[in-house]
């Protein structure tokens, strides 16, 4: 089974700072990478598909990159609404598999 | 905009059996352009998936829920759903439907997107 892992576990950081988010594959998944943010009492939303693709909706200040087993995600200038929960999740016709998520909260 | 909406009964007993029902509107179950999961989230942990459902009936677990999970489909009624043998106290999560769309691509290659379209999710409390 693949496993998926995120660093760090918890980011602290301030409005405008770039932030960046690594999740790393037990091995190969390609691109079959998606992007979660989760907030309190509410169920995960995708941000990132394939990687690097941006689901609509999502502001551009997201980004995702990466391929293999090395991904990250990156929020250019972090907003007052971004403070959440991030999942990495590898995807397939089969099989769903999250990783132990990331929380970015206030410096 | 479709929907998906958790019904279930929110406590359960140790050992016994849960069933969850995931109710879709705006969309068919049957559509060939979707299939259907589980997700859960056990209180202050990460999502871990379930199960899917296809627009033919087939299935798919994850093998380390395999051996107590069924999930199932009503077409008429375009709900599905998922039961939990022989609870335990770790089976203690909020539960989610949610649903994957899906495309064939010029080579015959399924290409498949995340989890788009969640409900609220239900919390189920195993306890005696």
């Known amino acids: 089974d693949i496993q998926m892992t995120q660093s760090p576990s918890l980011l602290s950081a301030s409005v405008g700072d770039r932030v960046t988010i690594t999740c790393r594959a037990s091995?190969?998944?390609?691109?079959?990478l998606a992007w979660y943010q989760q907030k309190p009492g509410k169920a995960p939303k995708v941000l990132i598909y394939?990687?690097?693709n941006l689901e609509g909706g999502v502001p551009s200040r997201f980004s995702g990159s990466g391929s293999g087993t090395e991904f990250t995600l990156t929020i250019s200038s972090l907003q007052p609404d971004d403070f959440a929960t991030y999942y990495c999740?590898?995807?397939?016709?089969?099989?769903?598999?999250f990783g132990p998520g990331t929380k970015v909260d206030v410096k | 905009q479709p929907q998906v909406q958790e019904s279930g009964p929110g406590l359960v007993k140790p050992s016994e059996t849960l069933t969850l029902t995931c109710t879709v509107s705006?969309?068919?179950?049957?559509?060939?352009?979707?299939?259907w999961g589980w997700i859960r989230q056990p209180p202050g942990k990460g999502p871990e998936w379930i199960a899917n459902?296809?627009?033919?009936?087939?299935?798919k677990y994850n093998p380390s829920l395999e051996s107590r999970v069924t999930l199932s489909g009503d077409t008429s009624k375009n709900q599905f759903f998922l039961t939990v043998n022989s609870v335990t106290a770790a089976d203690t999560a909020v539960y989610y439907c949610?649903?994957?769309?899906?495309?064939?691509?010029?080579?015959?290659?399924?290409?498949?997107?995340?989890?788009?379209?969640w409900g609220q999710g239900t919390m189920v409390t195993v306890s005696s």
């Open positions: 949610a649903r994957v769309t899906y495309y064939y691509d010029s080579r015959g290659y399924r290409v498949v997107f995340p989890f788009d379209i």
């Open positions: 705006g969309g068919s179950i049957s559509d060939e352009n979707y299939f």
């Open positions: 459902i296809y627009y033919t009936g087939s299935t």
């Open positions: 091995q190969s998944i390609s691109t079959w």
């Open positions: 394939k990687a690097s």
């Open positions: 999740q590898h995807y397939s016709s089969y099989s769903f598999t």
